[in-house]
């Protein structure tokens, strides 16, 4: 069992990484995908490591940066995909190392407290799940089991959060060799295999994440807006919410005060400047200013149903009234990704839609894929990634039967930046795939086209009748 060190840690990481013939950055940057990794202020961080750390764990393992909010930890980060369906974010702290403040406000779900049958648990953590986790998949992973290795095997200090399929393990202080890094990467291995395996054996009736209470603010926050045509793109969608945030009640009565107040500042200098007439046209200058620029600007920090940002509420309205218009039937998101646990496709999907695939001609699901853990992790609801990497995914799926071989897929021709691939875990289902900038990117003229390329695509790979 590996104990914390108070300082020091830079060389026992890169004597663990040269054992395991990996390379080790002094510094670098990681994906802020777990509220304590965002608030953590992890995006650059020092010695990392990036490969398979331990039989079964391949991540990136690194030390916070000095003077973050949990500085001087080692921590790991790894993906388990497989949980997306049943949990959106778990945060297992304990109690002595992260306190009792929940993590992260987020825009639909609220923190809960679970607690589970252990006094030694209960003294050594706290447990906090988002409103809509079934409690059945909560207590299925935390076992006794697992529950009895926590409290009497792992490490001092060690917490963990998962979050959209990404695990963060933290170790708070740093370690004193290469052995105890070792050790801390079986640890975190160990810990990873108890969750995946949990997902893996959910079957025909799984414990579903439900997301009953975001469903209804999501909604009620869409009707504010009746759709005569549907949006031509999701930034279209969130500039008509910009404009009913503008006009609401809150928001007219900020812009007011602001207008008021550049009013009378306005008008301070135009007596100076020129005595009772420059006051008035100084003053109605300044508020004409004022209220004009601060309006907009509140409006942009609006929440409809009191959580939902102008751009949220735009893209879930541009996905719903897509299907609307193409004559698809949205589904059950977290049934989706049960079903399909093995997508080779990074994300959560905001929307998922089924209906018949153009020129193929069959049924299929038509996929917006979001890879932004880190929105959930800050608790934000908008935004295209600065790294360069894709935000977001268009996907479509389509079962065939017969299952196409693997050198049928080998010899299509996609067009750049598409992707097929065939699942190893539901033989005969097509996935085909391309990256976009970010959720807030997304047009309904680009969605026909890929759904369009995606069944020329899965048409070429369908046996002759």
Not at 386 to 392: F, H, L, T, Y
Request: charged share 25%; hydrophobic share 40%.
């Amino acid at each position: 069992m590996p104990e914390a060190q108070p300082d020091g840690g830079a060389e026992a990481i890169a004597a663990f990484a040269e054992s395991r013939e990996l390379a080790c950055e002094e510094s670098g940057r990681v994906r802020s995908a777990t509220p304590a990794l965002f608030r953590g202020g992890s995006a650059d961080v020092a010695s990392l490591v990036d490969g398979e750390l331990a039989p079964g764990l391949t991540g990136q393992l690194f030390q916070l940066s000095p003077g973050a909010e949990t500085g001087g930890s080692t921590a790991i980060l790894t993906e388990v995909p497989e949980t997306v369906a049943y949990s959106s974010t778990i945060a297992c702290h304990d109690r002595r190392e992260v306190g009792r403040a929940k993590p992260i406000k987020y825009p639909t779900e609220k923190w809960e407290e679970v607690r589970l049958e252990s006094l030694g648990f209960e003294e050594r953590f706290r447990l906090l799940v988002l409103s809509g986790q079934d409690a059945g998949w909560i207590r299925e992973l935390f076992s006794p089991a697992l529950i009895d290795w926590l409290v009497a095997e792992a490490p001092e200090g060690l917490y963990f959060e998962l979050n959209e399929g990404w695990l963060c393990i933290l170790l708070p202080g740093t370690l004193a060799d290469a052995g105890a890094v070792a050790s801390f990467c079986s640890d975190a291995a160990s810990l990873t295999k108890r969750i995946r395996d949990e997902a893996l054996e959910e079957g025909d009736f799984p414990n579903l994440f439900k997301a009953a209470e975001g469903t209804k603010r999501v909604d009620a926050a869409v009707a504010e807006i009746e759709w005569d045509e549907p949006p031509a793109s999701v930034r279209d969608a969130a500039a008509a919410y910009m404009k009913v945030a503008e006009r609401k009640p809150s928001v007219l009565f900020k812009a007011l005060l602001w207008g008021l107040g550049a009013l009378v500042i306005a008008g301070a200098f135009g007596w100076l400047l020129g005595g009772p007439f420059g006051a008035l046209a100084a003053g109605a200058f300044g508020f004409l200013g004022g209220y004009g620029i601060s309006r907009p600007l509140i409006a942009d920090q609006y929440r409809f149903e009191g959580s939902l940002s102008v751009d949220w509420t735009g893209a879930q309205a541009f996905n719903r009234e897509y299907a609307r218009s193409r004559g698809l039937e949205r589904q059950k998101i977290f049934q989706f990704h049960h079903d399909y646990r093995g997508l080779p496709v990074p994300g959560k999907a905001d929307s998922v839609q089924a209906g018949e695939i153009p020129v193929a001609g069959i049924p299929g699901l038509f996929v917006m894929l979001s890879d932004s853990p880190e929105l959930r992790a800050s608790g934000r609801s908008g935004m295209t990634p600065d790294d360069g990497r894709p935000g977001s995914y268009d996907v479509l799926v389509a079962d065939l039967s017969p299952a196409p071989e693997p050198v049928a897929v080998e010899a299509l021709d996609p067009p750049e930046g598409y992707s097929v691939a065939l699942m190893d875990e539901r033989p005969g289902t097509v996935v085909v795939s391309r990256p976009i900038a970010g959720n807030l990117t997304r047009t309904a003229a680009d969605c026909d086209e890929f759904r369009r390329v995606g069944g020329e695509l899965v048409s070429g790979l369908r046996s002759p009748s």
